[in-house]
């Protein structure tokens, strides 16, 4: 069964910092993968989404993401953090044939101090 | 054009009772999933839904739970008999098309709690 690791619930960083959030799944098969973020009481917002086009995915708010095959992993980075970054973030995964049912992780919530 | 509208926003009921969450797709949209977040925890995916069929119910609780898309209206998760292991946030998204890469859009959820 396909699974979505994030390592980190919390992750703290200071405004101007680089953020890196990490995501690994396990698979068999290529992936769809993608970045939700989550505001406090807010439904999901797409980030970015890898669909096999091109390793390197950059999404909206300075964010971007990089897939490695031969690591598993989807770490989403963004250079400079800033304050309205706050929020929580998810990796999320789909496979051929299950019609957009996402598999989530559990989420890591970031912290940007100044 | 409004995103995906869920309601009502927070639920409460009692132990037993029944509670009932609506979901108005984006317009255009004919391809309805639901997800439960538990406290702490990722999203978890219950439910898909096109319009007057089920297509995938591999996440729903065996019991209690049921779902529907109907020709009209919202879709429609039902839970009877609620008990406190129900209190969650219950998303709602919804795409124009079923596809795996098809990005789907999500409602900013209903919060149920279970006294």
């Known amino acids: 069964a396909q699974s979505v690791t994030q390592l980190g619930s919390h992750v703290s960083v200071s405004e101007g910092a680089l953020v890196l959030l990490r995501c690994n799944y396990s698979s068999s098969v290529p992936p769809y993968l993608f970045w939700y973020v989550q505001y406090p009481n807010q439904g999901l917002q797409l980030l970015l989404k890898y669909t096999s086009a091109a390793t390197l995915v950059k999404g909206i708010n300075g964010f971007e993401a990089e897939f490695k095959k031969s690591e598993t992993s989807f770490h989403l980075t963004k250079p400079s953090a800033h304050m309205s970054d706050a929020a929580e973030y998810f990796c999320a995964v789909s496979y051929t044939g299950t019609a957009s049912k996402l598999t989530f992780g559990t989420g890591t919530r970031l912290q940007v101090t100044l | 054009n409004a995103g995906v509208m869920q309601n009502p926003r927070h639920l409460v009921r009692r132990r037993g009772q029944e509670a009932r969450l609506r979901c108005s797709p984006m317009?255009?949209?004919?391809?309805v999933y639901w997800y439960r977040q538990l406290p702490e925890e990722g999203l978890k995916f219950m439910v898909y839904?096109?319009?007057?069929?089920?297509?995938?119910e591999s996440g729903m609780p065996k019991e209690r739970f049921s779902a529907e898309f109907p020709k009209e209206g919202p879709s429609i998760l039902r839970i009877q008999q609620v008990v406190r292991g129900d209190s969650a946030a219950y998303f709602c998204?919804?795409?124009?098309?079923?596809?795996?890469?098809?990005?789907?859009?999500f409602g900013q959820g209903t919060r149920l709690t279970v006294v």
């Open positions: 317009k255009g949209h004919s391809h």
């Open positions: 998204a919804s795409s124009p098309q079923g596809a795996w890469d098809t990005e789907a859009f």
């Open positions: 839904l096109q319009k007057e069929n089920i297509i995938d």
